[in-house]
C-alpha cells in the first residue's frame, strides 16, 4: 500500500502543490496589477488614483474583486446560456495553464519539457477561441463584432510572433525555454543586439495579442460599446478581466525569457550573480509591465485599417527577412548551433 502511495499518489500531490503555489501568487498579482495601473495612470494624469479603501489604497482589488462576486450574473435571454458561461471561464483557465512551462528561476519550473516554445505558442492561440464563444454565445452584434476583430487580429501577429521565435530558436538551438535562457549566458554580444530589433517586434505583436492599447479594437468602447464582453456582469466580467491581466504577465515573461535573458543577471555581470535568479526574473517582468500602463497612457488607438496594414505589410515582411537574415551571419560565422 505504502508503495502504491510514493509511487503514483505521492507525486501527484506535489504536482498539485507546485500547481497551487503558482495559481495563488499569480492570481494576487493580477489583481494588484489592476490597482499598479490605476495609480501609474493616476500619476500620469496628475491625480491620485484609488487611495481610500485601506492604506493607500492597497485594498481596492480586493473590494472590487468582493463587489463583483456578488453582483447578480445576467444571461441574455436569447444568448446560448452553456457557452455563454463558458467562455470566461476557457479565457482565464488558458491564461493560467502557459505558466506551466516558464522557469522563475534556475530549475524552478512546474514542467521543464523540451518542446516548451511550442507549448507556450499553442497555449497562446488557445486564448482567443474564449473571446469568441463569448461574442458569439452572447447573440449581440457588437460582442460578436468585437469577437470577429479580436481573431483576426490574433492571426495577423501570430504569424510574425512565430517568426520572431524562429529567430531565437536559430541563435539558441533549442525548445526548452530554460535551455534558451542558458544559451544567452554565453551568446555573443552582436547575436544579441542581432535579436533587439525582433525583442521590439515581438513587444509590440505581444501588446497586439492581448488587446491591449494602442491595439483594443475588439474591445473599443467608442465604437463597440465593451467588445466581447459588453453582455457580461459579475464574476463573468471579472473572469475576462483577470484573463487579460494574466495575460499581460505571461507574454511579459516570455519577453523575459527570449530577449532578455530570464532570470539572468542584466549584461551577465558576474557579480551580480549573489542576487537569486527570481528577483532579476520579477525585475524584468515588472519593467515590462510597467511598458504596458505606459502606453495605455500615452498612446491614441489605431484604427484598424492601421493595425492591419502593420500587422500584414510591415512585421510580416520584416521579420521574414529578419529570419533569412540571422540564419545568413550565423551559417557565415560558424555560429548556428548544434541541435
Known amino acids: 500500500m505504502l508503495e502504491l502511495f510514493f509511487e503514483y499518489i505521492f507525486p501527484l500531490i506535489i504536482i498539485a502543490l507546485k500547481v497551487v503555489a503558482i495559481t495563488i501568487p499569480l492570481i494576487l498579482c493580477v489583481a494588484y496589477l489592476t490597482y499598479a495601473e490605476r495609480r501609474v495612470i493616476g500619476l500620469m494624469q496628475l491625480r491620485r488614483g484609488p487611495n481610500v479603501v485601506g492604506p493607500f489604497g492597497l485594498l481596492q482589488p480586493i473590494a472590487d474583486a468582493v463587489k463583483l462576486l456578488f453582483k447578480e450574473p445576467i444571461i441574455p435571454t436569447n444568448s446560448d446560456k452553456i457557452l455563454f458561461i463558458l467562455a470566461p471561464m476557457i479565457t482565464f483557465i488558458l491564461s493560467l495553464i502557459g505558466w506551466a512551462v516558464i522557469p522563475f528561476a534556475k530549475g524552478v519550473v512546474l514542467a ?3 518542446v516548451g516554445v511550442l507549448y507556450i505558442l499553442a497555449i497562446s492561440s488557445l486564448s482567443v477561441y474564449g473571446i469568441i464563444i463569448a461574442g458569439w454565445a452572447s447573440n449581440s452584434k457588437y460582442a460578436f ?3 470577429i476583430r479580436s481573431s483576426a487580429q490574433m492571426i495577423s501577429y501570430e504569424m510574425s510572433m512565430g517568426l ?3 529567430t531565437v530558436l536559430l541563435t539558441n538551438g533549442t525548445l526548452n525555454l530554460s535551455g534558451i535562457i542558458e544559451a544567452q549566458r554565453t551568446m555573443p554580444w552582436w ?3 542581432m535579436l533587439l530589433p525582433m525583442g521590439v517586434v515581438f513587444f509590440i505583436s505581444v501588446l ?3 488587446n491591449r492599447l494602442p491595439f483594443d479594437l475588439p474591445e473599443a468602447e467608442s465604437e463597440l460599446v465593451a467588445g466581447y464582453n459588453v453582455e457580461y456582469s459579475s464574476m463573468g466580467f471579472a473572469l475576462f478581466f483577470l484573463g487579460e491581466y494574466a495575460n499581460m504577465i505571461l507574454v511579459s515573461a516570455m519577453t523575459t525569457t527570449f530577449f532578455l535573458g530570464g532570470y ?3 549584461f ?3 557579480w551580480l550573480d549573489c542576487i537569486p535568479g527570481f528577483f532579476w526574473f520579477v525585475f524584468k517582468v515588472g519593467f515590462l509591465l510597467f511598458c504596458f500602463l505606459w502606453i495605455r497612457a500615452t498612446l491614441p488607438r489605431y484604427r484598424y485599417d492601421q493595425l ?3 500587422g500584414w505589410k510591415v512585421f510580416l515582411p520584416l521579420t521574414l527577412f529578419w529570419v533569412v537574415l540571422v540564419s545568413s551571419v550565423l551559417v557565415y560565422t560558424d555560429n548556428l548551433p548544434s541541435i
Open 112 to 114: 521543464d519539457i523540451n
Open 145 to 147: 463584432l468585437g469577437a
Open 164 to 166: 520572431v521565435i524562429i
Open 191 to 193: 547575436i544579441d543586439l
Open 208 to 210: 497586439a495579442e492581448t
Open 264 to 266: 539572468l543577471p542584466p
Open 268 to 270: 551577465n555581470i558576474s
Open 308 to 310: 492591419m496594414r502593420l
